[in-house]
């Protein structure tokens, strides 16, 4: 059985027949060759696999594509725009917030969620809710300092 | 994952009657604890039945000294609720306390209760407000809810509509997480309702349990105080690789009073 599902990816609707049990991040890697979207433990427990669904984020390797079925889906693709990196993304990259740079999409799009809902985050609330998000190199000190200075210039 | 057909219906009677035409159908809400369990290959199920598209199985009410909860509710809209917060704010801290934030925005209140993993938080919830959880065919009291590991009062095709959490006078939350699953090694609510103190311990045992030499304590004084020397049987707790009976035995004690603290604010 395949079932047709749509959706609205970076601002594009996509259309695929897919298995039912594709995930949400198989969909985006495999059929749709986005590849900016890790998966790193595959268990929701790394978050290197996290994007936005509607507006929020969600760790792609533990929802079905069918389940996002007629949503919005913003990858780490999605985000710069004009050729400009996003401010979070330019964060990063400012205050060296990556070593291997596996976890970096994940984290980024956590960072972006959360200056969201919180426009001015305190350290310790930027290491709090960045829990679901794993990073092995750099033991998070530039992360946390990436992803305040990102929710700064997020704010303008 | 094996191979699944998948439905996504828009009312409760199409949910039931898709779930009883399966072979073997299972409910999705969030699915995050049902996908992980798919991808280990601990269940195959024919065919999966995702409540999500029902509306009426949503949103957040607070009146005459209830707080009803829809069964597809996200953790993170329990956790961020104005209502909540007022009415019941160890309910909204405890669902702020699931997981993480992305596993917020997709787990929802019903199918943690339906799935009653002996570590997840809501139950300790449900059991320690002396909640009533509404089905598609009854009325269910905490306390006939939880009937062992993994098992609830549930029949085969009953779907959880909403849950309704009378107002306690005070009640506090306290959980001792595993760092990597973040789910409770152990997890306890404190309530003091109008039926008397209630105190459900999760994360400890194989099932939300209440533990009644606290609860009768607390009845006489409601302080951490009065939890000093009250033991937990470590035979009746969970002894894995994560710690063991007496290890557990001796934080339900710890985290008790904590909860307490907290519901003394």
């Known amino acids: 059985m395949t079932i047709s599902v749509t959706i609205t990816v970076n601002g594009q609707p996509e259309t695929r027949d897919v298995e039912p049990r594709t995930l949400l991040v198989q969909f985006l890697r495999e059929h749709l060759q986005l590849t900016g979207t890790h998966v790193g433990c595959d268990t929701s427990q790394c978050g290197a696999c996290v994007v936005h669904v509607d507006g929020k984020s969600v760790k792609a390797c533990t929802i079905l594509a069918a389940q996002a079925q007629g949503a919005k889906v913003t990858t780490i693709e999605g985000l710069a725009a004009d050729g400009k990196l996003h401010p979070m993304q330019e964060a990063f990259r400012e205050h060296h917030a990556l070593q291997c740079g596996f976890c970096t999409p994940g984290m980024i799009m956590s960072a972006v969620d959360l200056a969201q809902r919180n426009p001015n985050p305190s350290e310790e609330t930027v290491r709090h809710e960045l829990e679901g998000n794993l990073c092995r190199c750099t033991g998070y000190h530039n992360i946390v300092k990436a992803v305040m200075a990102g929710a700064q210039a997020m704010r303008g | ?233 470590p035979g009746k707790m969970n002894n894995d690789i994560h710690g063991s009976g007496e290890y557990r035995a001796h934080l339900v004690g710890v985290v008790a009073k904590r909860a307490v603290q907290n519901a003394l604010g």
């Open chain 2, 1 to 233: 994952m094996y191979a699944f057909n998948y439905h996504r219906p828009k009312s409760l009677a199409d949910a039931g009657k898709l779930l009883g035409d399966a072979s073997d159908g299972k409910f999705i809400a969030g699915g995050q604890t049902l996908l992980p369990t798919l991808k280990n290959r601990f269940a195959s199920p024919s065919d999966l039945v995702d409540l999500t598209g029902i509306t009426e199985l949503s949103g957040i009410s607070v009146s005459g000294g209830t707080v009803s909860i829809g069964a597809i509710t996200k953790h993170g809209v329990v956790a961020t609720s104005a209502d909540v917060k007022k009415a019941i704010p160890a309910l909204a801290h405890l669902a702020g306390l699931i997981g993480d934030p992305a596993v917020r925005n997709m787990g929802t209140m019903g199918g943690s209760v339906a799935n009653n993993d002996p570590a997840a938080d809501y139950p300790s919830a449900v059991l320690g407000l002396n909640a009533t959880v509404h089905t598609t065919k009854r009325k269910i009291a905490a306390d006939s809810f939880f009937t062992g590991l993994f098992e609830t009062a549930l029949e085969e095709s009953e779907i959880i509509t909403k849950i309704e959490f009378p107002v306690p006078k005070r009640a506090g939350y306290e959980k001792f997480r595993n760092p990597a699953s973040r789910y409770a090694m152990v997890g306890v609510f404190v309530a003091e309702t109008a039926d008397g103190v209630r105190v459900a311990v999760t994360g400890a045992g194989p099932c939300v349990f209440r533990h009644k030499e606290m609860e009768a304590a607390l009845a006489k004084s409601f302080s951490p105080d009065a939890l000093k020397g009250i033991k937990t049987d």
